[in-house]
């Protein structure tokens, strides 16, 4: 949980590692789900055992590992479901409440927190990222030491690039990074971090850069099929 009145929570589901958020206001306890996917009840069960109330969903990309329980949250909540335009006509994604946003837009959680919708394209062409304060939620666009994969159909490793170089030129260093699948050493990092320990910054040129990220991968491949998960009893 950070400070400032600022609530993040992060919790992982799903058979692919993905990380969760709610993020939102601490004083109203109002949150968005940021990427809900793997199984509605646990993200439920999630927001009653913090006493928070979900009003938002974002979504930082249209890959299913991220969206597949957005219809199935709708069915017991009417709240509106956020992703940017370019991702919406990319992907042909629909469900109730889909708003659509260019890049810059802001959102508004509870009284006093203010969310702005980065446009981080290069996993796929609407990726978002979510900034409140000192921190940023990237999807799959930033990994603790890693970046997302850019061989996907819509992907694109020199737009990755650059959008790479976009966040640490325009974010303050000390901004808390937290990803969207959990395939780091450590949950969360800093910009400042990942600047000295993410190999995919170390690239002083572009062309090293592709090479790396394109390296045993096929352009244009698809994203494997969806599992069927549901997650473990508890005991
Ligand atoms: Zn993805």
């Known amino acids: ?3 400032h009145g600022v609530f993040i929570h992060q919790f992982e589901l799903g058979p692919w590692d993905n990380f969760l958020y709610f993020i939102g206001d601490k004083a109203s306890r109002q949150v968005a789900v940021v990427d809900p996917a793997w199984h509605a009840q646990t993200i439920l069960d999630e927001a009653a055992g913090l006493d928070v109330e979900i009003t938002h969903i ?5 890959h299913f590992d991220h969206v597949n ?5 709708l069915q017991s909540m009417d709240i509106p479901v956020h992703m940017l335009a370019a991702e919406i006509e990319f992907s042909g994604f629909s469900c109730e409440n889909l ?5 810059g837009d802001t959102l508004r959680i509870g009284d006093h927190v203010e969310i702005t919708m980065m446009h981080t394209p290069g996993h796929t062409p609407g990726s ?13 666009t930033l990994f603790v030491q ?3 994969r850019c061989d996907f159909v819509g992907g694109d490793p020199e737009v990755m690039y650059t959008t790479l170089r976009l966040l640490i ?3 303050p260093l000390d901004t808390v990074l937290y990803p969207g699948h959990n395939y780091g050493p450590t949950v969360t990092s800093t910009l400042d971090k990942e600047l000295d320990n993410n190999p995919y910054m170390a690239f002083p040129t572009l062309d090293g850069f592709v090479q790396h990220r394109m390296d045993g991968k096929t352009p244009g491949s698809s994203l494997p099929p969806m599992p069927e998960w549901s997650p473990p009893k508890k005991k």
């Open 58 to 62: 974002l979504c930082t990309h249209s």
């Open 1 to 3: 949980m950070a400070s």
């Open 146 to 148: 890693g970046c997302g």
């Open 169 to 171: 030129d325009k974010l």
């Open 69 to 73: 329980q957005v219809d199935a949250l």
């Open 99 to 103: 708003v659509h946003h260019s890049p």
């Open 128 to 140: 978002t990222s979510y900034r409140l304060r000192d921190s940023i939620v990237t999807g799959d």
